[in-house]
């Protein structure tokens, strides 16, 4: 399915929540060759996304002409996230806080300049985007 997107869409920039032990977000740059994994708690991607991602961005620079063995490096940043959430259930809003953020300050590859983050969101900020996702998501369930 990624592969699919990114082939058919002409887009900049995509965004991928993704859950594995907890919530992570990736930002897929495959015109710059560029990717930003976000996790709250500094793990890293599994070798299974690694290379779904790969193989999403092999497809993409085929198609945009380029031959295999002129297939470019994929740079992966890991911007520093700290959440500020205690036992972690707060993961999957502090992705959707990053997905606002980056789509408001319309970020295409320069992630990790905004979110080298040297503090932790505070309980307020977590409540905000709660009550502004769950808007969202009433407003879209309502059809307006």
Not at 32 to 55: D, G, H, L, M
Not at 82 to 103: A, F, N, T
Request: with cysteine; hydrophobic share 40%.
């Amino acid at each position: 399915m990624l592969q699919k997107r990114i082939e058919e869409g002409d887009f900049e920039c995509f965004l991928a929540p993704v859950y594995e032990t907890n919530w992570q977000l990736i930002g897929l740059c495959p015109k710059y060759n560029y990717v930003a994994w976000f996790c709250f708690k500094q793990s890293r991607p599994t070798k299974k996304i690694t290379t779904k991602i790969e193989t999403a961005f092999h497809a993409y620079q085929i198609m945009k002409g380029t031959h295999s063995s002129q297939f470019k490096k994929i740079q992966w940043v890991y911007p520093k996230c700290y959440g500020g959430q205690g036992e972690g259930d707060d993961c999957g809003l502090l992705v959707m806080r990053h997905m606002l953020e980056i789509i408001k300050l319309d970020i295409i590859e320069s992630f990790e300049k905004v979110f080298n983050m040297v503090r932790p969101y505070s309980e307020n900020d977590i409540d905000v985007v709660s009550r502004h996702w769950a808007e969202c998501f009433l407003e879209v369930l309502s059809g307006a």
